[in-house]
């Protein structure tokens, strides 16, 4: 995004994506974390009331003060993901959101949401009616050490980034390939014109537009312990069980 010509987007029905907003104001904006990346809730940063926020209404309500939770019930959208139980570590991206039929069928409340929110934006354009998808900056990978357009936290949660992307990419092309059937196209776009050196032309777009070639972006490690581990697996084991004890319940006439 630091070297696309944003003029392309304008008059275009927008999503943004977390803190997209620092660099061009969109239709809408999607995150699952409104604490950190809704500029309304960030200490120092102006308001955008022109961008129509969607966002977790349980992550609203675990995150922000009762003045931030009022804003957000009175001006926002809301989706969730709970779908089914989660059997990854709490360092791994959960799966209770990687759920492909709110893909393939519009559910009312929920998106698909597995390893990153791009994945949720795209099933938003897919209800919102778009026929043709286009995906700007979410390339998947880094670009000369970047990781992102601007200042912005990255998340990798104790492992390489390169293991992150490659989930990322994962979680798209399955959304993609579930919105291909029902008729909608995804395609990314980028403002590179060597295919097999894109990080050789963004330091050219760089140069020429005179952006920085390189933003540091600092992590926010969220390692667990053994202990978390095993007290989370136990939760999923009894949810699981009671789960299993009520559909036998049904079954039985109970």
């Not at 809301?78 to 089914?84: A, I, L, R, V």
């Not at 936290?153 to 994962?170: C, I, L, N």
């Not at 777009?205 to 952006?211: D, I, K, N, S, Y």
Request: aromatic content about 8%; charged content about 25%.
């Amino acid at each position: 995004m630091r070297v696309f010509p944003l003029d392309f987007l304008k008059d275009k029905i927008t999503i943004g994506l977390n803190q997209s907003w620092k660099i061009v104001d969109t239709t809408y904006a999607i995150t699952m974390m409104p604490k950190l990346n809704i500029p309304e809730f960030i200490e120092g940063e102006s308001k955008r009331p022109s961008i129509v926020w969607i966002t977790k209404p349980s992550k609203v309500r675990g995150q922000c003060t009762p003045q931030e939770i009022a804003l957000a019930e009175e001006n926002f959208y809301g989706f969730e993901n709970d779908g089914k139980a989660s059997l990854t570590g709490l360092d791994e991206p959960s799966e209770t959101g990687r759920v492909l039929d709110w893909v393939h069928k519009p559910h009312p409340e929920k998106l698909y949401l597995w390893t990153s929110i791009s994945q949720s934006a795209m099933n938003l354009a897919a209800n919102l009616g778009a026929r043709n998808i286009i995906l700007v900056g979410c390339d998947n990978g880094a670009v000369g050490g970047n990781h992102h357009a601007h200042d912005q936290h990255t998340m990798w949660k104790g492992e390489s980034p390169d293991v992150r992307y490659a989930q990322y990419y994962e979680g798209v092309a399955e959304v993609r390939a579930a919105l291909r059937e029902r008729g909608v196209n995804v395609v990314n776009m980028n403002p590179f014109v060597k295919i097999d050196a894109p990080e050789m032309d963004f330091k050219r777009l760089a140069r020429e537009t005179g952006v920085e070639k390189f933003i540091e972006n600092k992590d926010i490690p969220r390692g667990t312990t053994l202990m978390q581990d095993n007290v989370r697996y136990l939760k999923l084991t009894r949810y699981i069980l009671q789960k299993n004890i009520r559909h036998m319940a049904r079954k039985i006439g109970l």
